[in-house]
């Protein structure tokens, strides 16, 4: 049966193709969301870890779950010989070792002045929160990186030489300028970790220290060590991780970098990362269950036109189970075939969107991250899909009997729906209407204030609303051989007035009913999918565009020394 089954595919293969086709776009679709998630993810943890620069040990303070100091330290008095680098450095396992130091500074040359951000250098360059671009990290003293825009407002590049000096901010600094600062490299920030200062400065411990007013670079306030530690042996590298954590002041411990991402990531996705993750698998999810209702009208069609090879079949001795059985297997290896070409072209998007630069160009570092569920998850639903939608056409060709082969093929279909496909049909509306209606209740009362908790389950009053309008559909699909006759059929009336060709249509609707009911349900489904899709697409470029306009009121803000009212109102002209 399987061979049979085979040959009837590869006849039908024309017909096939438009379901094949459903299925593809709605599996690309869901794995197009998970890899676009994980991608999503993988940015976060690195954009929100990005100041550690590539260490992938940090020690900091440690608190308890309140958020505070556990032990009797304080950080206030921790300085960078408490650290003890020397001895961490020289400890086995240890690439690398520096302690997070910052400071806001002013560079001026030759007239010209910028304000901005600084952090103390590093003699292994993966430890820096920036990355240099051009030269090498400030090593000697009176050595300082600059960001690339900051060189050209300055008019400098490598090589020449600058003057840095402190900026209080309102704080209890002394420090002191340090003149002819060499510029050794210019720096990028892709991160944005210090976008608000137009990129950091990398300084010479010595600048550091002066900036800061200490008098030696071990003097300076520290919170923070950075820490590359041979990670190849796990074993190893936690005996390096002990070994550190006995040399750190008292209130401190070293966690990895695994952890740190983790917690950050945590906190961002409580309120940020899982919406657009569910609101992009809410569409995958609708493409395959209009997909489902595409490819139950196919198999539909195709049993009615297979009726007298399936007749033949019963007569050479094919049970009713067998046929059963061959709908069944050709639904799933189309939904087989459909779903891996479907994550085939999911994964080839969203490597195209990665590596080509377009998430760059919107500020934003994206790799793609590959992971089991965007493989496992779409193939299965996809499959699973292909041949629940099929159900109902394998009951069909149970029916055949081998009489059938000998009978003419019947031109009308004289058959009515059963008050079972009504009754069903007729609930699944009301259901659909009820869980919608509560859904827009919830979702009334959260953006009025009224209701907290749907506001604490905005996720799950957006599945609500989907799932309502789904079964309002489902139910309209279902319920099609009832009401769209009679629709064509009062629009068939009033065409049927323009000439005879229109009364030969009107004819052929009152004629076959059935037929006409799947043809309008297959335009009803195509026109549906392009309405919402459209319609989603505008609310979620009005809904960004609030949000960011409500976040963001202003585009950009310019500080410094002897801001004039002239300067304010010139600027208001630009």
């Not at 440690?62 to 958020?67: A, I, L, R, V």
């Not at 493989?375 to 159900?391: E, H, N, R």
């Not at 055949?400 to 007729?426: C, F, M, Q, Y």
């Not at 869980?435 to 009025?448: D, K, P």
């Amino acid at each position: 049966m399987f061979s049979i089954t085979i040959k009837l595919m590869k006849k039908s293969a024309r017909m096939l193709i438009p379901a094949g086709i459903a299925i593809l776009i709605g599996t690309a679709f869901i794995a197009a969301t998970f890899l676009f998630s994980n991608s999503m993810d993988d940015s976060l943890r690195r954009q929100s870890t990005a100041q550690l620069g590539e260490a992938n040990y940090i020690a900091t303070m440690k608190t308890n779950s309140n958020g505070a100091v556990s032990e009797n330290g304080s950080a206030d008095r921790t300085t960078v010989a408490d650290f003890n680098l020397d001895r961490i450095r020289a400890t086995k396992g240890v690439k690398g070792a520096r302690v997070d130091t910052s400071v806001s500074v002013s560079i001026s040359a030759a007239g010209k002045r910028s304000n901005g951000y600084a952090v103390g250098t590093s003699t292994d360059r993966k430890l820096l929160p920036v990355r240099i671009v051009s030269g090498d990290q400030p090593v000697d003293n009176n050595e300082v990186a600059l960001p690339k825009s900051v060189a050209k407002q300055l008019g400098v590049g490598v090589g020449d030489k600058v003057d840095v000096a402190p900026i209080s901010n309102g704080s209890a600094l002394s420090g002191t300028a340090v003149r002819d600062v060499r510029v050794v490299g210019l720096t990028s920030d892709p991160f944005g970790v210090y976008s608000f200062y137009g990129g950091a400065s990398v300084l010479s411990e010595n600048v550091v220290a002066a900036v800061y007013g200490v008098d030696d670079f071990d003097h300076m306030q520290a919170y923070m060590l950075l820490l590359d530690i041979d990670d190849a042996d796990a074993a190893a590298a936690q005996r390096t991780v002990d070994e550190v954590s006995g040399l750190l002041p008292k209130s401190y411990g070293v966690e990895s970098r695994r952890s740190v991402e983790a917690e950050a990531v945590r906190d961002l996705s409580s309120n940020n990362t899982s919406f657009p993750t569910i609101f992009l698998l809410s569409f995958g999810v609708l493409a395959l269950f209009v997909a489902a209702l595409v490819i139950a009208n196919t198999f539909q069609v195709l049993v009615a036109q297979r009726r007298r090879t399936l007749a033949l079949l019963r007569t050479i001795g094919a049970k009713k189970g067998q046929l059963y059985t061959s709908v069944l297997m050709e639904a799933g290896l189309l939904g087989l075939i459909a779903s891996v070409l479907g994550v085939g072209f999911g994964v080839g998007l969203i490597a195209l969107v990665t590596n080509t630069g377009v998430m760059e160009m919107m500020g934003m570092q994206a790799r793609l991250i590959l992971s089991w569920q965007a493989f496992v998850v779409p193939i299965a639903f996809g499959l699973i899909m292909t041949v629940l939608a099929s159900l109902g056409s394998a009951r069909s060709a149970t029916s055949v009997t081998p009489l059938e082969a000998l009978r003419p093929i019947e031109l009308t279909d004289t058959s009515r729906a059963g008050k079972v496909r009504a009754t069903i049909g007729v609930l699944t509306i009301i259901a659909g209407l009820v869980l919608a209606g509560v859904a827009v209740w919830q979702l009334s009362g959260m953006l009025n204030g009224l209701d907290t908790m749907a506001s604490d389950n905005y996720s799950s009053v957006l599945l609500m609303s989907i799932g309502g309008a789904a079964l309002v559909f489902l139910g309209l699909v279902l319920t099609a051989t009832f009401w769209l006759p009679v629709l064509m059929r009062g629009v068939g009336a009033l065409v049927s007035m323009c000439g005879p060709s229109a009364k030969v249509a009107h004819a052929n609707i009152q004629k076959n009913p059935r037929r006409v009911a799947a043809t309008g349900t297959a335009l009803l489904i195509g026109v549906t999918l392009v309405a919402t899709i459209a319609t989603g697409a505008a609310s979620a470029k009005q809904t960004m565009g609030e949000a960011l306009a409500s976040r963001y009121s202003v585009d950009m803000i310019a500080t410094g020394d002897g801001l004039k009212t002239s300067a304010v109102k010139e600027a208001a002209q630009v």
